[in-house]
């Protein structure tokens, strides 16, 4: 990744913010989150001699949904986006009936040859990979598809959508103009060491300086994505996880030439959103409690693994 700093990296900063009187200052209106299951249920055998081909096939199901705050409740916004289906290296299955019959099920034939364009694999251990790869693929698609429809939508005026997760997987920059991204897992660092453990070692209510940043493999490919990011801490506990707390917030580049002013702002609603906290739930500490919201809708339209499993079996 290549970082320009927006704002001194000398110090962190205090996000003007007083519990009490604060509470019920979020802007924010809409919250987006999605979800996917992937199950391989069997295999088909192919014989193309000499060789013996073994064809994984994996069920799916991806959702993504936008929640709405009305009247300081969540309600859907429109109807949830689910999907389910298959998983398969379509041209390899030698007796293509058998993919009509999941069709004619209800069920989407998702051909994983067409995930890299490099055509079937005949690997075994490729065909499941692609299939995992490919379930991810398809629900940004989904939440990419549902985040475009909200942006058209007259409706939301001028409010900003909080999408769980970052923003650098969505390619409709319009789209992202009114959009936050928030990301709870973090698996690169953007600054030297003793910058980045300055960082980790934040307190509560305290923010980053903001950053601009964008994947240098972008150079190579037409439509560049950028983002402006900064951390917040939400919540902190002595001597815990130095991530205990931590997001990693993303908004639009347009911004960047406020980027105190929306960093400021956009940490003030955060920090109100964290509440009720959402204890004893995995990762409650950088739980914001619409996402969670979101993700308990989510759990009652998605079938978990073991009911996925049951089902098959039946």
Not at 41 to 55: E, F, Q, S, T, W
Not at 79 to 97: N, T
Not at 121 to 150: C, F, G, S, V
Not at 273 to 302: N, Q
């Amino acid at each position: 990744m290549q970082v320009v700093l927006l704002e001194s990296a000398n110090s962190v900063y205090d996000v003007p913010y007083d519990c009490r009187k604060d509470s019920n200052c979020s802007e924010f209106r809409f919250f987006e989150d999605g979800r996917q299951r992937t199950l391989q249920i069997g295999y088909i055998r192919a014989d193309y001699k000499p060789n013996l081909v073994l064809i994984p096939v994996h069920f799916f199901v991806v959702a993504a949904v936008i929640l709405e705050r009305q009247d300081r409740h969540l309600k859907l916004w429109k109807e949830p986006r689910v999907d389910q289906g298959i998983f398969i290296a379509r041209s390899l299955v030698p007796d293509q009936s058998v993919l009509d019959e999941f069709a004619q099920s209800g069920l989407s034939i998702v051909d994983t040859e067409t995930a890299t364009g490099t055509g079937a694999p005949m690997d075994y251990y490729e065909m499941r990979r692609r299939a995992l790869n490919r379930a991810k693929t398809h629900r940004l698609a989904l939440e990419q598809q549902l985040i475009t429809e909200w942006r058209g939508d007259p409706g939301i005026g001028d409010g900003f959508l909080v999408v769980d997760g970052t923003l650098m997987n969505i390619r409709d920059e319009r789209s992202v103009e009114r959009c936050v991204g928030v990301s709870r897992s973090f698996g690169n660092r953007y600054f030297d060491i003793p910058q980045h453990n300055r960082i980790m070692q934040m307190s509560e209510r305290q923010r980053s300086w903001a950053f601009r940043f964008h994947d240098e493999q972008d150079d190579l490919r037409e439509g560049a994505r950028e983002r402006m990011s900064w951390y917040l801490r939400l919540r902190e506990r002595c001597h815990g996880d130095p991530e205990f707390g931590l997001l990693r917030i993303e908004i639009a580049k347009k911004y960047v030439n406020e980027a105190q002013v929306y960093a400021e702002r956009f940490s003030r609603s955060l920090l109100s959103e964290r509440f009720p906290t959402a204890y004893p739930t995995p990762r409650w500490d950088k739980h914001l409690y619409p996402l969670g919201v979101c993700d308990s809708y989510l759990s009652s339209v998605v079938p978990s693994m073991s009911t996925i499993t049951a089902s098959m079996r039946g």
